[in-house]
Every structure is written in C-alpha cells, then in structure tokens.
C-alpha cells in the first residue's frame, strides 16, 4: 500500500488469472474515507507491530557465513570483479562486504584481514 498526501491510495491486488500478466492489479482510490482508513489501519499495525530481532532470526549466523566466504575469496587473491561473480552480488555489494569484513576484524587492509581472519578461523 502507498498513500500520497493523504488523499490518494494505490494497492497492489493478487487477483489470480485476472490482471497483469503475474496475476496482480493495482487499485486505486482517491475516497477520503478509504484512504484515511487505510492510512489509520497501517499506523496501528505499525505501533503494536514487535521489531525483529536479528539474532532471533538467524542473520548473525548468515552474516558470519558472508563474511567466511569473503574472507575466503580474498585469501585466493581473486578480483573483486571475479570474487562478486563467484558469490552473486555485484562488485559493490563485494567490496562493502570486504569493508565490514575489514572493520570487523579491525583491518586497515586487505592483508591484514586476511591475517586477522586466520587468527579468528574464519579461514579453514
């Protein structure tokens, strides 16, 4: 859902085989009633909403696999261009990673986080 200047709602609809050619369409509607309904209707959501916590799901057990195989890419002295290809992101997602490997590890080069990453067996 997306609300513009409280007066405009647009909402994409699952419709099955009706609609584009992935089964959804989009409604719109311009009734101040609606649309201040809707908008009503996600604030509540969003007050009694419960944040996600990172650790509850999994992403620290995920990120420290990324960075495993960052670390990894890096000790077998790879391009970034290669080294994004062989993971499936692109070379600016690769780099990123490389810099949070590096800050993580308290590296101020890629040496050095190749070393840091030995010493915290990251690397096998």
């Known amino acids: 859902m997306v609300v513009f200047d409280d007066r405009v709602a647009y909402l994409v609809h699952r419709a099955g085989d009706e609609g584009g050619p ?9 009734d101040p009633t609606v649309v201040r309904y809707l908008k009503d209707l996600f604030e509540t959501a969003w007050r009694d909403g419960t944040p996600v916590q990172a650790d509850e799901r999994g992403y620290g057990e995920a990120l420290d696999e990324v ?4 670390a990894e890419l890096l000790a077998e002295g790879l391009k970034d261009e290669t080294a994004a290809r062989q993971m499936g992101v692109s070379v600016r997602s690769f780099r990123r990673h490389v810099a949070a490997l590096n800050s993580g590890l308290g590296a101020e080069s890629r040496f050095q986080a190749g070393v840091a990453a030995a010493r915290s067996g990251l690397l096998p």
Do not use: A, K, N, Q
């Open 67 to 70: 960075h495993r195989m960052v």
């Open 22 to 30: 992935d089964g959804t369409c989009t409604i719109v509607t311009r």
